[in-house]
């Protein structure tokens, strides 16, 4: 169901998480770089292993590409174990995330940044310790009493765009699959 707040932005899909974030100011030299990053990280994200397998490509080359995919898979879960160890990983919020805002509740930690342009770095994949970074203007929003603090993104990468609305149909489509998998308990 879409919902619209009070800026008359058609907002559509979104997810309710708490993951790390962290917001800072933006490091503008950066902000490309960060932008190839998203998008990288979406990609592999949504996109999973959609190489064909077996026959269609040849044994050879399909066993190539599956042991480049599990030493990449093993980098990631090497990284992730570091950065973790070494707590570089911020503390966790409540957000809910849309193809072009993220709302975030109220918090001190994000006090000093209202009405500022800043950079949003959200941890958003399990497997992967590495952040999305959403830049725009953090401000006050009457969408809801619990996440009055919103920040639309200031991208203009419609692939970026394009990506973090599958990201999200898709984390849609495995809630509702795990609900008809696990109904629950209170039902029976």
């Known amino acids: 169901m879409s919902k619209r707040d009070s800026t008359g932005l058609n907002l559509g899909l979104s997810i309710r998480n708490y993951r790390p974030l962290r917001v800072r100011t933006p490091e503008v030299h950066r902000q490309n770089h960060s932008q190839m990053v998203n998008v990288a990280l979406l990609q ?10 077996g026959e269609a490509l040849g044994e050879e080359l399909a066993t190539f590409l599956e042991r480049i995919d599990q030493k990449v898979n093993l980098l990631t879960l090497l990284t992730t174990a570091l950065l973790e160890t070494s707590n570089q990983l911020p503390s966790q919020h409540e957000f809910l995330l849309y193809e072009t805002v993220i ?9 000093s940044m209202k009405n500022q342009f800043c950079e949003i770095e959200l941890f958003l994949f399990d497997s992967v310790a590495l952040p999305l970074k959403l830049v ?5 929003s009457d969408f809801s009493k619990e996440f009055p ?8 990468d419609s692939e970026l765009s394009g990506l973090l ?3 999200i149909f898709q984390a849609h489509r495995r809630e ?3 609900g008809r998998a696990h109904p629950l308990e209170s039902d029976t």
């Open 176 to 178: 509702i699959a795990m």
């Open 165 to 167: 609305g599958k990201f």
């Open 44 to 53: 592999t994200q949504t996109f999973g292993s959609s190489f064909p397998k």
């Open 149 to 156: 603090l919103l920040l639309e993104f200031d991208h203009e």
């Open 136 to 140: 725009g203007r953090l401000v006050s």
């Open 103 to 111: 709302f975030l509740k109220d918090d001190d930690v994000f006090e």
